[in-house]
């Protein structure tokens, strides 16, 4: 069993940094592939970014590549998602989640979901 807490959301300006952070409990962490979700109003839920345990690699979306940074503290059981060059279309809940299937960026793969945070850009 993995529970996530995501925190760090918040109003920011257009162009702004925001850091999200997730806290994971769960002796398995390390394992297991753990990922950042969004979903706007209206909008299916989709991949943000994901990053693989014990070391391997980690996928961004195209939407968000090179604006936004994953990564994984395995000491912490921490997560993060650092964002910049933020846009109003970046709207939206932020949720942590986590699965053991491996490397993936499929919704419906991951097993385990935080109750997200809201992150809101204005233009």
């Known amino acids: 069993q993995v529970k996530l807490v995501e925190s760090g959301g918040g109003l920011v300006q257009a162009g702004g940094s925001l850091r999200l952070s997730c806290a994971a409990s769960?002796?398995?962490?390390?394992?297991?592939?753990m990922g950042w979700f969004r979903q706007a109003p209206g909008k299916e839920r989709e991949f943000v970014a994901a990053v693989t345990g014990l070391g391997g690699p980690s996928d961004i979306a195209d939407s968000v590549q090179g604006r936004f940074t994953i990564a994984r503290d395995e000491a912490k059981h921490t997560l993060t998602l650092r964002m910049s060059s933020l846009k109003p279309e970046d709207t939206g809940g932020y949720y942590c989640?986590?699965?053991?299937?491996?490397?993936?960026?499929?919704?419906?793969?991951?097993?385990?979901w935080g109750q997200g945070t809201q992150v809101t850009v204005s233009s």
């Open positions: 769960g002796r398995t962490f390390s394992t297991y592939t």
């Open positions: 989640a986590a699965t053991a299937v491996g490397r993936t960026w499929y919704t419906s793969s991951y097993d385990y």
